[in-house]
């Protein structure tokens, strides 16, 4: 083994060392993160209860013991109780009233307690609309003047009743502030302030689902609701993949290192198409055990897979069956995990000289760069890398209140990209195998520890792979091992499928390795079930159950390449180098326990490593003596 490659090769496993503290904190977290939470729409809930001819409390109840732990409270808006047929236009005379700046508009309803709700609200948040109860009305009627859109959109508090109710049944609430134009600091505090003022004791959590599709506050006045939000210690459901909320990027950002995110999700309308409540419920436990959410905000089935109102109840046993069954706590009280700490940079530093070594490794092997060469390339790419964590520091105001991860992204990229095409061009034989694996195991556990930290378990911050992570490997193989024309050919076309993935299908790699909901053919015929299962099992998706795969396509190459078979050894080696970077993919999704994805990888790298064990016996048995492959001698 030459000396550089020597080197390398303890300089990735330095890193991967100086990483295992950084991964057994991780794991610790992993396993105090066990509380969940289950919240219920009010809308839905207000609707089984017309149709089941219930009253809301009693369905409540009903709904706690099945598993509900909240129930979200909407904001209350005078357009939604217009169209909840609670408040009513009328047409009464406001009385001896100066002039407004805007039309009269009069509103008529059957609940006193309402409008006095109303008109207290409206006369704090927009005293300029004048509004008065009118005496003369038969009726109680209520009259403020101004633009009614700008009226109907504005956030009026919370209804106590409802909350109330709630709170009678066991049930938790879930405030749903809105966002209106021109969310005045003092606006947004007096909403937040009213959503703080519905917890009931010091340790059940108030957790806000913000309404819509805006964050209150947003955007110049972010900085009132997270101070509002820390004052009260409210915790925000961030919704990171379906809602993509103005604002919540930032509130997430902020209150991440509180420990006030909850990651959350709701199915959209399209998404409930293809579902019913049984493979639904599998769906959360999918989504809580590989993608790290916390609180399900359920809407029920109303007109798909929809049979009955209170089906609903079995939806939400369900829901409780598969988060218990994964060992999550239901119920009332704080999340209860401290927030995961991110590596520091000295911990980031020393973690930093595995992508090093795999990068300083693959550039030698790819160039096939003389020994003096290759030893200053490790000797920059390793100063390069222990100096990129020190200088990651915020550059301005915002970055101080938003601070970058800069460096973690760079180093994990680095390895990502770098580690499948070292293995790749190991020498063949056991050796070779041998020095595969230690780069693969290495480089694994520097990129878990390079996505580590509360902003990474929450998605909050993401690691970007640009599609390099797989097409880099490739063309390293390509470049090694292609000659003449063949070679730029193929290379050209490495490319155009890098374009086009980057334009289709960003992260290919982040894509395949994500988890698959199983129950998905429970109402299937026997044989479609079969055919689901075996696409299930033999698919693509998880990516890490093909981890094994990558070595033994290496083992395959040098076979293939000892036999003679040089282009059917090429294609082996691309295979094995993309499955090698499918497994490294695993371990940078960092929302998914850590624990759950080296299971995956470890039983197919146990499955292959047999075939590996086989490929190499063959290789040494089968392999052709060198002798027999000389030209004979001129004039033979």
């Not at 006369?123 to 009226?151: C, F, K, M, Y």
């Not at 075996?534 to 998880?542: D, K």
Request: charged letters at 20%; glycine letters at 10%; proline letters at 7%.
């Amino acid at each position: 083994m030459r000396l550089s490659s020597f080197v390398n090769l303890g300089l990735i496993a330095a890193g991967a060392a100086a990483s295992v503290r950084t991964l057994l904190d991780r794991h610790r977290w992993e396993q105090s993160n066990r509380r969940a939470f289950i919240v219920l729409d009010y809308d839905d809930a207000l609707a089984v209860c017309t149709r089941a001819g219930l009253e809301l409390p009693e369905f409540l109840r009903d709904a706690h013991h099945h598993g509900a732990t909240h129930l979200s409270l909407p904001e209350l808006t005078l357009s939604r109780l217009i169209e909840k047929g609670r408040l009513v236009p009328t047409v009464v005379a406001p009385g001896a009233q100066p002039r407004p700046a805007g039309r009269w508009h009069t509103l008529a309803s059957g609940e006193p307690a309402l409008l006095e709700h109303v008109l207290r609200e409206l006369s704090a948040r927009v005293p300029a609309s004048r509004p008065h109860r009118v005496a003369e009305a038969d009726v109680p009627v209520i009259a403020l003047a101004g633009d009614w859109p700008t009226l109907a959109e504005m956030g009026l508090g919370f209804e106590a009743e409802a909350a109330a109710a709630a709170l009678a049944a066991g049930l938790g609430v879930v405030p749903q502030p809105v966002g209106f134009a021109w969310p005045e600091g003092r606006l947004v505090e007096r909403s937040l302030l009213q959503a703080a003022g519905l917890q009931t004791t010091p340790n059940d959590p108030i957790i806000l689902a913000f309404e819509g599709d805006i964050i209150l506050g947003h955007e110049m006045h972010l900085g009132a609701t997270v101070d509002c939000m820390l004052r009260h210690r409210l915790y925000f459901a961030y919704f990171s993949e379906t809602r993509h909320q103005k604002g919540d990027w930032f509130i997430a950002k902020r209150l991440a290192s509180t420990g006030q995110v909850i990651p959350a999700h709701a199915f959209t309308p399209a998404a409930m198409v293809p579902e019913d409540f049984h493979s639904a419920a599998h769906h959360w436990g999918m989504l809580a055990r590989s993608r790290g959410i916390r609180l399900c905000y359920v809407n029920v089935f109303r007109r798909i897979h929809a049979t009955e109102p209170l089906d609903c109840l079995r939806y939400l046993e369900h829901i409780k069956g598969e988060l218990e069954g994964l060992g999550l706590q239901l119920g009332s009280g704080t999340p209860g995990a401290r927030p995961l700490a991110a590596p520091q940079c000295r911990t980031l530093a020393a973690a930093a000289l595995a992508p090093a070594g795999a990068a300083a490794l693959a550039a030698s092997r790819t160039l096939a760069l003389p020994e003096p060469a290759a030893l200053a390339v490790s000797a920059a790419s390793v100063a390069g890398a222990i100096a990129l964590p020190y200088l990651d520091r915020p550059r301005g105001h915002l970055e101080e209140a938003y601070p970058p991860s800069y460096a973690p992204k760079l180093l994990a990229l680095a390895g990502a990209a770098a580690a499948p095409a070292a293995a790749a061009l190991a020498e063949d034989g056991l050796a070779g195998a041998a020095e595969a694996a230690l780069i693969q195991a290495a480089l694994a556990a520097s990129l878990a520890a390079f996505t580590t930290g509360q902003d990474y378990a929450l998605r909050i911050e993401q690691f970007r792979s640009l599609d390099l992570d797989w097409a880099m490997p490739l063309a390293a193989v390509l470049l090694r091992a292609g000659q003449g024309r063949g070679q730029w050919a193929a290379l050209a076309g490495l490319a155009a499928a890098w374009g086009l993935a980057r334009a289709r299908t960003p992260d290919v790699l982040g894509q395949l390795d994500r988890d698959l909901p199983a129950g998905h053919t429970h109402h299937l015929s026997a044989a479609q079930r079969v055919l689901g299962d075996s696409l299930m099992a033999l698919g693509p998706r998880p990516g890490r159950k093909w981890s094994g795969l990558g070595l033994a396509g290496l083992a395959a190459a040098g076979w293939l390449r000892g036999a003679g078979q040089r282009n059917l050894g090429l294609a082996a080696a691309l295979v094995g180098a993309f499955a090698n970077a499918m497994t490294l993919a695993a371990f940078r999704q960092p929302e998914r326990p850590l624990a759950q994805t080296v299971e995956g990888a470890g039983r197919s790298w146990a499955r292959w490593g047999l075939v590996t064990a086989g490929l190499l016996a063959a290789a040494g048995l089968l392999r052709p003596v060198p002798g027999d492959r000389r030209r004979p001698p001129a004039g033979a």
